[in-house]
């Protein structure tokens, strides 16, 4: 059965930190983070290769998120520190890359989904 499970989510202060978890039921090549914020699209976060060699991150994040996988626990991780309000979302990750390369950042790309973490970050 294919199953993302995230977990780590919470309510932390602004210039806090979180690390979000999501483990896989199967191996997938590629792994990602989208975020959600009420009455928002569904945005990409990041995105991280098998190796965990190419890394890509939305202009929003970058420098302050880090995205890493540990493959032998079927495991990736979101590192958010400095966190702002704006943050605050329901986090999911996803596996199972069906776009090309070029089309990671679109949510219809991606076929499997968790069902995601609330993040919530106060001012």
């Known amino acids: 059965q294919v199953q993302l499970v995230e977990s780590g989510g919470g309510l932390v202060q602004a210039g806090g930190s979180l690390r979000l978890s999501c483990v896989a039921s199967f191996s997938s090549s590629r792994m990602t983070w989208f975020r959600q914020a009420p009455g928002k699209e569904r945005e990409f976060v990041a995105a991280?290769?098998?190796?965990?060699?190419?890394?890509s991150y939305a202009d929003s994040v970058k420098g302050r998120f880090t995205i890493s996988r540990d493959n032998a626990k079927n495991t990736m991780y979101l590192q958010m520190n400095i966190l702002k309000p704006e943050d605050t979302a329901v986090y999911y990750c996803?596996?199972?890359?069906?776009?090309?390369?070029?089309?990671?950042?679109?949510?219809?790309?991606?076929?499997?989904w968790g069902q995601g973490t609330q993040v919530t970050v106060s001012s």
């Open positions: 991280i290769s098998w190796s965990g060699s190419s890394t």
């Open positions: 996803a596996a199972g890359l069906v776009g090309t390369i070029t089309a990671i950042s679109s949510a219809a790309s991606w076929k499997y």
